[in-house]
């Protein structure tokens, strides 16, 4: 079971900005980096985001993530038709696992 | 590049142990900058965890599953596996191999991650 608690949704229109949050507590997120997947459908989840604000190379400067104590969250700006898909936010626990956010999934009008 | 492949049985009896094993190609998994991990998704849910493996042989689990799984690793394949024991219908699921990069060992950062294989549980 998740420990991360995300929307169930969000939704935007084209050149739009979503922002979605990942609450947790002082033994995940609170106290270790914060990381953003993108899940387009039928397809592996792909690493969007690392170290609460970080993007992997090729990732667009479109996305953005931020962290303030318990809570993160990951901003798509100028939102795309291509944007579409599940979110998920995770996060180091202190009870030697990676906690999972409970999937956000962004829908383009 | 690096690559991750599943593959396993698509089909397990319930109390039966699932087998699985992830074969890395374009990479050593004896690099001491990964860690290999295990996550799972059942159809129309979230991800879930298992559990990962240094190539050291230290393995961390998920608390949850901790009882009943097994993460090993076979250098000289250049492969590590799954064993989940007493599966029930509850463990069908997409799984997933994927490498996550060190951090220090603290890491969610799984920046690697292989297609994914259909596992039911069905007598």
């Known amino acids: 079971q998740s420990v991360l608690t995300q929307p169930p949704s969000a939704s935007g229109t084209p050149g739009q900005r979503v922002t979605i949050s990942c609450s947790g507590s002082?033994?995940?997120?609170?106290?270790?980096?914060v990381y953003w997947y993108q899940q387009l459908p039928g397809t592996a989840p792909k690493l969007l985001i690392h170290r609460n604000n970080q993007r992997p190379s090729g990732v667009p400067d479109r996305f953005s993530g931020s962290k303030s104590g318990t809570s993160a969250s990951l901003a798509i700006s100028g939102l795309r038709s291509e944007d579409e898909a599940d979110y998920y936010c995770?996060?180091?626990?202190?009870?030697?696992?990676?906690?999972f956010g409970t999937g956000t999934k962004v829908t383009v009008l | 590049q690096v690559q991750l492949q599943e593959s396993g049985p698509g089909l397990v009896k319930p109390s039966q142990t699932l087998s699985l094993t992830c074969t890395v190609s374009?990479?050593?998994?004896?690099?001491?900058?990964?860690?290999w991990t295990w996550i799972r998704q059942p159809a129309g849910k979230g991800l879930e965890w298992i559990g990962r493996i240094y190539p050291s042989g230290s393995t961390d689990y998920n608390p949850s599953l901790k009882s009943r799984v097994t993460i090993s690793v076979d250098t000289s394949k250049n492969q590590f596996s799954l064993k989940l024991s007493s599966v029930t219908a509850a463990d069908t699921a997409v799984y997933y191999c994927a490498r996550s990069l060190h951090y220090g060992g603290r890491s969610g950062a799984l920046d690697i991650w292989g297609q994914g294989t259909m596992v039911t549980v069905s007598s």
């Open positions: 002082s033994s995940n997120i609170g106290s270790n980096y």
């Open positions: 995770a996060a180091w626990d202190d009870s030697l696992s990676v906690s």
């Open positions: 374009g990479g050593s998994i004896s690099s001491g900058s990964y860690y």
